[in-house]
């Protein structure tokens, strides 16, 4: 169908199939995660099973985006009936079939079966991982199939657009955003409504609007699970970005190894050019719009805007000095504002709800809610969306149910390699972007690795480290050379053959790193090992004074004697008698673990 | 030496046909699609050597210098061949935390290669790349563009085995 005028779309959306059709929904995730433990043939065989049964008439399968219950993969719901089955495979599909869809009989033991609960939960909506979440920017996630624009619009798909088109002028629309108080979530927290407004004030003949698809922060995965599973949100919202600014070109800026997000946005970008969507004289106004993708190739630091536009233009992707901002000289010198995939899926929701809603949820200074990727030593892994003002505590250990085995939660990473710990005498800290600096660590684009208390702090940060100073670009001599030298103090100190000056050093250097680099990525460099000396001093200091413990010991206390720790040593440094303690080695000991895996009594004591 | 490498002649007239007519059917500036004609020459010829940087540049009207800066500046673009599968063991945070880096080292050792080289039988390049975004299966590995989660170090023995096995049927 061509839509030529307003009317045009609401009878399209009248005549899209509605799930409201069927007697059953039966929705499959096809995310990244999903698809990798084979959701694509289970869907397959579920199709073919449905048509031997006989019920595939009366039954619609949806092929969906993220449900955001990563660790818990591939996942199934069956809607109306609000069940959602867990860890599917393909020999549990007939069964599904024959009892759930036929006989109406539900297949307990593909439940979630949640560790606090006697119980397991049968209405997904009562699954303690959804019931704090507020869903916003993830809205149709796992609701719609995302290869199909009729599945948008049901969901009043490309109305924002429609209504922006109808009722407001492009300055009543940044005003509407500006009140609203959405900020950017890449990681500044930059006022959306701001960006959009200098654009729109600089003079051009052309502008640019540019959506930063560049998700490179290790432990983040919300910006490709929207474009998976919600990919027309994002061009709608680039169009009223593009009417707001006075901008007819849209450029997508995407990582190249998120190949099925870049595949769905084709696939979207083709049908809203074939339906009238995007082009010229959109909705029989004047109003064009065109949409390109530009692929990257694998360089965190395009995650920063001018690094984008250079990359996008075939070069380098280097960082240049700003001002000038590129809402004034940006792509090809011309006035352009780059928004993160999450902020621009707010933006139809902000426009058809009105911001009197959007304001009304989130804290003072950070309205609406973020979307964060929970990975690590965390029970249900996965994407959750929560209003801003969320503790820490509630997402951790209500949302996420704790650490997988009841171990203690030592620190959450957040902010990825820009970003810093948060103890725990922090999580009761309502999260906000102005907490979070406070805290000395930033929102980054969501990213929570939730670590326990076997992780080695101070290997953690060397980690962060070796991944900012392989990936800076070279051309600053702060960003350069300075995360090089202090990766190698890191380097010295967990070999044990650190100073305790190396101390002083790591924090002067942080500093200067800090206050003197070109571009955001050699500004926050420094925070993952500025942020755990502040608040693991010890673990440090038992680096540099070198009174770390490296090997595995044996508690003579708890050992039986039963040797199987000396069988499976592989340099042969357990000794001791049948029945009687046994003793490790310190100078042989290679600290390998296979004693400890091996010991049937938790005898052996880690380094 | 230099002569040898740079030299365009060796390259394979159909491939190079093939991304010519990419080329060609580029509208607007084709210089600033740099990027993505690195791309598709990769993908047409599996990695990109020098002589064919210096093919790219000409066609574009850019400097050899130009292309070869953004060939080796994007983690993307190999200037040396690379195996049949490619093996990437996430080395993002969250796979991390959970062991990436023994699942690197028992791949490094079965396949007898080091990071980022080529094993002896053409089959394997090994490399460690950035968070794929598959948190929630973690630690991941990806073998071509099919994806491993929650691997351990005795399921690469498995994989490894599988490919070694699939290979030994064509033949």
């Known amino acids: 169908m061509r839509i030529n005028n307003f009317e045009d779309l609401k009878l399209w959306q009248k005549k899209c199939p509605r799930k409201t059709d069927y007697k059953i929904n039966v929705l499959i995730c096809m995310g990244t995660s999903c698809m990798s433990s084979d959701s694509e043939m289970i869907a397959i065989l579920l199709e073919k099973t449905l048509k031997t049964r006989n019920v595939i008439a009366e039954v619609n399968v949806i092929k969906t985006g993220c449900f955001g219950f990563c660790g818990q993969g591939p996942i199934i719901k069956i809607e ?23 006989n109406r009989t ?71 955003i500006k009140k609203a108080g959405l900020r950017g979530r890449g990681g500044g927290g930059f006022y959306t409504g701001l960006k959009w407004e200098m654009t729109r004030r600089f003079p051009g003949d052309e502008k640019y609007v540019i959506c930063n698809a560049d998700e490179g922060d290790p432990g983040a995965f919300m910006d490709r699970s929207i474009l998976e599973g919600d990919p027309h949100s994002i061009l709608e919202a680039m169009m009223i970005a593009g009417y707001a600014m006075g901008a007819e070109n849209g450029l997508i800026y995407i990582r190249a190894e998120y190949g099925i997000a870049t595949k769905r946005l084709r696939i979207a970008i083709d049908q809203a050019k074939k339906a009238g969507l995007i082009g010229k004289n959109i909705f029989g106004t004047n109003f064009n719009f065109n949409i390109e993708i530009k692929l990257g190739a694998g360089a ?39 928004n993160n995939v999450e902020t621009f899926a707010n933006i139809p929701a902000i426009i058809l709800k009105g911001y009197e809603w959007f304001s009304a949820i989130g804290t003072k200074g950070s309205k609406g ?43 959450i990473q957040i902010g990825g390699p820009s970003g810093g710990v948060i103890t725990e005498e922090y999580f009761d800290t309502k999260i906000d972007y102005d907490s979070l600096i406070s805290m000395g660590a930033m929102m980054g684009s969501g990213g929570m690795i939730i670590m326990d208390e076997e992780t080695d702090m101070v290997k953690v940060a060397k980690f962060y480290l070796e991944f900012t100073q392989d990936e800076s670009c070279g051309k600053c001599t702060p960003c350069r050379i300075g995360t090089k030298r202090m990766y190698e103090i890191l380097d010295r100190l967990v070999k044990m053959e650190g100073k305790p000056e ?56 708890k050992c039986i004697g039963c040797t199987k720790c000396a069988r499976n040593c592989p340099v042969s440094c357990i000794t001791g008698t049948v029945k009687e303690p046994h003793y490790i080695d310190e100078s042989k000991c290679i600290a390998c673990g296979a004693c400890y895996e091996a010991c049937p009594v938790d005898a052996i004591l880690k380094p | 030496m230099r002569e040898k490498i740079l030299d365009m002649s060796t390259l394979d007239k159909d491939l190079l046909l093939k991304l010519d007519d990419y080329i060609e059917a580029i509208e607007g500036d084709k210089q600033e699609h740099l990027i993505h004609v690195l791309h598709k020459a990769q993908e047409i010829f599996g990695y990109l050597p020098q002589n064919l940087q210096l093919y790219i540049a000409r066609k574009l009207d850019l400097s050899g210098a130009r292309v070869n800066g953004v060939v080796t500046f994007y983690s993307f673009f190999n200037e040396n061949p690379v195996g049949k599968y490619t093996i990437s063991v996430c080395m993002g945070t969250a796979c991390y935390v959970k062991g990436a880096d023994k699942v690197l080292q028992r791949v490094l050792e079965l396949t007898g290669t080091s990071k980022n080289e080529i094993s002896k039988d053409g089959l394997f390049t090994v490399k460690d790349v950035r968070c794929i975004g598959a948190c929630g299966l973690a630690p991941v590995m990806t073998v071509n563009d099919k994806v491993y989660g929650k691997v351990t170090p005795k399921d690469v023995d498995e994989i490894i085995r599988h490919y070694r096995s699939v290979e030994n049927a064509d033949k």
């Open chain 1, 300 to 338: 965190f630091v395009c995650g920063e805007e001018t690094a984008l536009i250079h990359s996008m233009e075939g070069f380098r992707g280097e960082p240049t000095k700003k001002p000038p901002f590129p809402s004034e000289a940006g792509f090809r010198g011309k006035p352009s504002s780059v």
């Open chain 1, 502 to 557: 190396d101390l002083d050093k790591l924090k002067i250097l942080g500093e200067n790193i800090k206050n003197s680099s070109l571009c955001g990525l050699g500004q926050t460099a420094p925070n993952p090992v500025l942020s755990t000396m502040k608040y693991f001093p010890e673990e440090y200091e038992a680096y540099a004074y070198r009174t770390k413990k490296t090997t595995y010991t044996i508690d003579p206390k």
């Open chain 1, 80 to 102: 109306p009936d609000d069940i959602t089955y867990v860890q599917v495979k393909v020999e549990d599909i007939e069964e599904i079939v024959d009892s759930h869809i036929i």
């Open chain 1, 369 to 411: 809610t973020k979307v964060f990727a929970l990975a690590g030593q965390i029970r249900n892994n996965g994407l959750v969306e929560v209003p801003m003002g969320t503790t820490f505590r509630e997402i951790v250990y209500d949302i996420g149910g704790g650490h997988p085995e009841g171990k203690n939660i030592k620190a």
């Open chain 1, 106 to 176: 539900i297949v307990e033991r593909l439940l979630y079966q949640d560790p606090h609960d006697t119980d397991a939960i049968k209405e997904s909506s009562g699954m303690n991982f959804y019931r704090k979440q507020m869903r916003i920017a993830l809205r149709n996630c796992g609701e719609i199939n995302p290869e199909n624009i009729e599945d948008y619009i049901v969901n009043d798909g490309y109305f924002a657009l429609s209504k922006v088109l109808q009722e407001y002028t492009p300055e009543k629309v940044i005003e509407i």
